[in-house]
């Protein structure tokens, strides 16, 4: 993994992402994106594991819930970004060549 790739993780991610954690992921994905992905899905399933609302009546009330929908439309935003290494986009210019003959007359 080269650093345009561990910096555009950690923008992504987060500075204190680890980079160790990262470069592993990568040489098992083999994709940036993919590696942003998966880390996403973590931190999204590690909070619906626990109870998203919690209430000590009278004292504190910690709801997730926001965390959660902030964390799945950040995962959408990665799907739909550019990574460093993604393949170039194909031109899907096509040029045809049609060759015209004339009608015959009735």
């Known amino acids: ?10 923008s992504q991610l987060g500075p204190d992402t680890d980079a160790q954690d990262l470069a592993s992921r990568y040489e ?10 998966e880390v996403m899905h973590e931190r999204v399933a590690a909070l619906i594991a626990e ?6 009546n009278g004292i504190a009330t910690i709801d997730n819930s926001a965390n959660v929908a902030a964390l799945e439309r950040r995962t ?6 550019t990574a460093p ?14 060759r015209l003959c004339p009608r015959r007359r009735r």
Request: glycine share 0%; hydrophobic share 45%.
């Open 1 to 10: 993994m080269n650093t345009d790739v561990l910096r555009w993780l950690q």
């Open 28 to 37: 098992r994905l083999r994709s940036a994106k993919a590696v942003a992905l």
């Open 51 to 56: 109870p998203l609302k919690v209430t000590v």
């Open 76 to 81: 959408a935003q990665i799907a739909d970004e």
């Open 85 to 98: 290494d993604d393949p170039p986009e194909a031109s899907h210019d096509l040029l045809t060549t049609v």
